[in-house]
């Protein structure tokens, strides 16, 4: 794990390791209305990765919960991709290109900053 910014603005937690241990418990504390999704996801990828004969869906389950981690472990950040999400839906075709490239490159970072930065 990372360590968190000294700061009142940095991460409510530092970034786990990508194993599942570890991100059921940022999950659970950054994310806790999410858990449920986490363990369906999870059995989802187990499934996928026996009828497939592959670890690949075990590692973008963590890869993809990563990502969640990620983000929602910034507060800042957790808020602008959640207006944004919102936003999308939006009546104004404006408010919803703007709103869709933000979520984007929220998103996009948080990729980033999983592989390694």
Do not use: C
Request: hydrophobic letters at 40%; zero cysteines; charged letters at 25%.
């Amino acid at each position: 794990m990372t360590t968190p910014h000294a700061d009142g603005n940095g991460p409510l937690i530092p970034m786990p390791e990508l194993t599942l241990p570890a991100l059921r418990q940022a999950v659970a504390t950054v994310a806790l209305s999410r858990l449920p999704e986490f363990f369906d996801d999870l059995q989802k990828a187990f499934v996928r990765a026996g009828d497939e004969d592959s670890v690949v869906p075990i590692r973008m389950f963590y890869r993809q919960w990563g990502v969640v981690v990620e983000i929602e472990r910034h507060p800042d950040t957790a808020h602008r991709l959640h207006a944004a999400e919102q936003a999308i839906s939006s009546s104004d075709p404006d408010v919803r290109e703007r709103a869709i490239r933000e979520a984007g490159e929220i998103v996009r970072a948080a990729h980033r900053e999983v592989a390694g930065g």
